[in-house]
């Protein structure tokens, strides 16, 4: 097939692509009004150890991926479903805070996420807390120039929408159905055995067309018009 042909295809298929992108983009919207919205707050610390040297650089990365595996175990969650008052497990939990070390700009992100904007700022805060909490713990058992110690830079507020993204889903939706839609198309158009023109006569079957019938639109202005054509050749039929 030549390109003329595939962009023939398009436009005579046009309603079939916008439909399936139009169902497409409707059911990506509806499916995220029907989700749970998820809120989503973020605390910043950052790390100050007690000395800067080569030796003490080679260590934060280990040391401050510890620090995660040490704030997400059972038992330090538990406190902290109780502390809140919050009706979750630990595996529950786990799913929603995410600590995320970054050795190389000695910061740490504190995220969680809830139903309840101010909840997801609560647990954020508490963990931070939590994690302050623990390290200090951890550094009395240290030398004084091996300590290393957070401090909180940004408490968690103004908790922003995680999911569902609303817009997202129904851009990419519409995106896919349009794809879908254009297959569809030719799809269609394969499975039709039927000419749109005389090209398709001389293409498929090797014959030269000698003319064609013009459509005639099927309305009232056009059957009055024949009516009359008609009723004036029977006129001129009589007078004869």
Known sequence: MRLFDYVNIIRRR??????????????????????????????????????????????????????????????PLRQLSEELGLD????????????????????????????????????????????????????????????INITVTEEAHDPFLHKPKTKINVLAAGMLGLILGILLAFVAEYLDDTFKSAEDVERYLGLTTLGQIPMIEDSARNRGRVRRLLGSRRLGTETQ
């Open 14 to 75: 046009w309603w079939l692509i916008a439909l399936v992108a139009f169902v497409a983009a409707v059911a990506a919207y509806g499916f995220s009004k029907m989700q749970t919205p998820i809120f989503r707050a973020q605390a910043t610390y950052i790390v100050v150890p007690s000395r800067y040297d080569y030796g003490l650089t080679l260590q934060l990365p280990g040391t401050m991926n510890s620090w995660t595996k040490l704030i997400l175990s059972d038992q």
């Open 88 to 147: 979750r497990t630990p595996g529950q939990l786990q799913q929603d805070i995410h600590i995320q070390p970054r050795p190389d700009e000695m910061v740490v992100l504190i995220e969680a996420d809830a139903p309840d904007p101010a909840q997801a700022v609560a647990i954020a805060n508490a963990v931070g807390r939590k994690l302050q909490a623990e390290i200090a713990n951890l550094n009395l058992l240290k030398e004084g120039t091996d300590k």
